[in-house]
């Protein structure tokens, strides 16, 4: 009776065991089945797939001339902030919103808006400045997207400041135009 006893007590010590195992590597295999998805969910391959992923990001970095850039990204938005230790002049911020950049100087709270025309360039004035200057900003960006971490970031971060005196760059350009005479078509 003894052997019984022994053997139904190790048995079930064995039962109990394996179970505990069991329920041990079941829920190892779900926290890393589910820690690859929120991975795979927070990988991007460039700034502009972050973008339209609607990736939060915060980046850091100094480039190749020392200038130590901040960027915020935030559901298709750009903020990015520029200081140069070695020169006053060469601050300020840049926010990409909404088809418009505007870029200003904290120092001298004075600043340019430019609409951002599609890529098809449908408004046609000065469409390949405004495109190519927001595109260097998002390549520059790009380059060290290594240094871009996914974190929470105020919607503020992308309202431009109100005691900027912003000058609208897209108006100017069509006043400009529409002032210089035409030349006749073939010249």
Do not use: H
């Not at 430019?114 to 790009?142: A, C, F, H, R």
């Not at 290594?146 to 105020?154: H, L, R």
């Amino acid at each position: 009776m003894n052997k019984k006893i022994v053997f139904i007590v190790i048995a079930l010590i064995l039962l109990l065991g394996g179970g505990y195992y069991m329920s041990l590597k079941n829920n190892q295999s779900k926290a890393t089945s589910s820690g690859s998805i929120s991975e795979t969910k927070d990988v991007f391959t460039s700034i502009k797939d972050a973008m339209s992923k609607k990736m939060t990001l915060v980046c850091e970095f100094k480039d190749e001339t020392g200038i130590s850039t901040k960027s915020y990204i935030k559901n298709g938005a750009v903020r990015v902030t520029t200081n140069n230790e070695a020169s006053e002049n060469k601050s300020g911020d840049i926010i990409i919103k909404d088809k418009k950049m505007y870029m200003w100087d904290i120092k001298t709270k004075q600043g340019f808006v430019y609409d951002i025309p599609d890529e098809e360039g449908e408004k046609g004035v000065g469409s390949t400045d405004e495109t190519s200057q927001s595109e260097n900003y998002l390549n520059m960006i790009d380059k060290y997207k290594d240094s871009c971490k996914v974190a929470a970031v105020e919607d503020s971060y992308f309202t431009p400041p109100t005691d900027i005196n912003f000058q609208d760059m897209s108006k100017l350009l069509e006043d400009l135009k529409k002032q210089t005479p035409q030349l006749p078509q073939g010249y």
